[in-house]
């Protein structure tokens, strides 16, 4: 039986046996749909069409839970391409903070359309992506910004600053941590052994994150002491990467891929003090958490803790692609030449990126943002009373996980995608995060009214998962 599932979980995830061609079949993703997970029923023939032309001639390194083809959205409901409609609780990945077709967002773009799309931001000056800086250092408090195209880059540059500013280059990350795919992000990345086999790295150490729910020190907050934040001068500095040698320490002020991991307040504190001792710099990862996810605009100020850089992206483009990496004057004193890139700043972007930003900040959205998130995590905890699958729910704002698990409280990862499927039959999106986590992370938009539906639909799903 557990060879079994063991193999089940293989073929949803798209791995492939030693020795095989690791590349996912043309129509794997069409079989399983249709014959094994019996999913196919529920969408339209338009969409099935859509997705056999897919498995022909799209990459298949990437990893889909359930058959969606979106085709339009608005606020926080998408419509497939055959026209039913599903409640994001996902936000494409926390990206949609503002919402799908926010009207000041679209205006924004559409009248920036007009004049012009890309001018070349590295090797020319524009207005859009200055009076954005302008807004990210009143949001942030940080005096200087780099602008990319994604959160990978976002990290790639900080590493970049990293070792130049320090003339250092060694590198600090955490277990379960995920900075993104590229070569020198991939080497903080720490999430799952096939992101990162056959691929080179920097000169990287991990660390135990604060993952209270599985300690691996098997120890009980708060008479821990923190030690898992210790480790970093008890092990690592001692054992493994001298601080003379250490650029900076890279860490998620929640972590998102490893599991919606929310580490206790004196966790942060504790690196940020380590770091500051050792004169090591301290970067936070906000790609996912930021951008007013948990309720501020740095996730990090929930724990009173400032890092010298922060990376952003995802929400950060409104809806369109656009990374950042801020820090202060002092530190990002590197001259021309150094780094660069085509499209960072893009025009578009950028105005997008303004308009959600001051739509949000309009909003009040940090307010709204924690009273939903309480909301959620208390319906989540009264349905974990009768659903014993429900293992941990935890969360920042609106960025809230649960964590499936078997009677013995070990991870279940195949149950967990089966709730997924039968959320997606419900007619809501969820995505998988960590081994066998569900993350909850709707448009900061969410009416009240779409969350309770959500909430219910996961229910049914929760039932018809067969717990």
């Not at 083809?69 to 055959?82: E, F, Q, T």
């Not at 993952?211 to 690592?236: T, V």
């Not at 740095?298 to 952003?312: D, P």
Request: aromatic letters at 8%; one cysteine or more; charged letters at 25%.
């Amino acid at each position: 039986m557990a060879q079994e599932k063991t193999e089940e979980f293989e073929k949803v995830q798209g791995v492939k046996k030693p020795g095989k061609n690791k590349a996912m079949e043309t129509g794997q993703y069409f079989d399983f749909f249709e014959h094994e997970a019996g999913m196919f029923n529920t969408i339209g023939p338009k969409a099935r069409e859509i997705i056999e032309q897919d498995c022909k001639i799209i990459s298949a390194c990437t990893a889909r839970p359930y058959p969606l083809v979106v085709d339009s959205a608005k606020g926080s409901v998408i419509r497939d391409i055959d026209g039913r409609e599903y409640i994001d609780l996902v936000a494409g990945i926390a990206v949609m903070n503002a919402g799908y077709s926010n009207p000041e967002v679209k205006a924004a773009i559409s009248a920036q359309l007009e004049k012009m799309t890309h001018c070349g931001y590295g090797d020319f000056f524009a207005e859009p992506p200055v009076k954005l800086a302008k807004k990210l250092s009143e949001l942030s408090g940080y005096s200087k910004v780099f602008y990319c195209n994604s959160g990978t880059e976002a990290v790639e540059a900080a590493i970049k600053l990293a070792f130049w500013n320090t003339k250092r280059q060694g590198l600090i990350s955490f277990y379960n941590s995920f900075h993104g795919r590229t070569l020198g992000s991939l080497s903080l990345t720490c999430s799952k052994a096939r992101q990162k086999e056959h691929f080179p790295a920097f000169r990287t150490a991990h660390s135990h994150y604060a993952y209270c729910y599985r300690c691996p020190f098997k120890l009980e907050y708060p008479s821990c002491g923190i030690e898992c934040a210790k480790e970093l001068e008890n092990l690592i500095f001692r054992r493994e990467l001298s601080p003379m040698d250490t650029a900076a320490v890279f860490v998620e002020p929640v972590q998102g891929e490893g599991g919606y991991i929310v580490p206790p307040p004196e966790f942060h504190r504790e690196v940020r003090q380590i770091c500051t001792d050792n004169d090591v710099l301290l970067v936070a990862d906000e790609v996912q958490a930021g951008c007013f996810r948990t309720g501020p605009f740095l996730a990090m100020e929930n724990f009173g803790v400032r890092a010298e850089i922060s990376c952003f992206a995802k929400a950060l483009g409104g809806g369109l692609p656009l990374g950042a990496m801020l820090a202060d004057r002092e530190l990002m004193d590197w001259p021309q030449g150094v780094h660069s890139n085509t499209f960072g700043g893009n025009l578009l972007a950028s105005a997008a990126s303004l308009a959600s930003l001051e739509f949000l900040e309009k909003e009040n959205i940090e307010d709204r943002v924690k009273e939903l998130g309480s909301q959620m995590k208390q319906r989540l905890g009264e349905l974990q009373e009768n659903f014993p699958c429900m293992g941990d729910v935890r969360g920042l704002g609106l960025m809230v996980g649960v964590e499936i698990v078997k009677p013995d409280k070990s991870i279940d990862p195949i149950r967990r995608d089966r709730i997924l499927r039968e959320a997606f039959k419900e007619g809501i999106l969820l995505l998988p995060c960590g081994d066998s986590v569900i993350r909850f992370s709707p448009p900061l938009v969410i009416t009240d009214e779409e969350l309770d539906s959500g909430l219910e639909k996961f229910q049914k799903a929760l039932k018809k998962a067969g717990i």
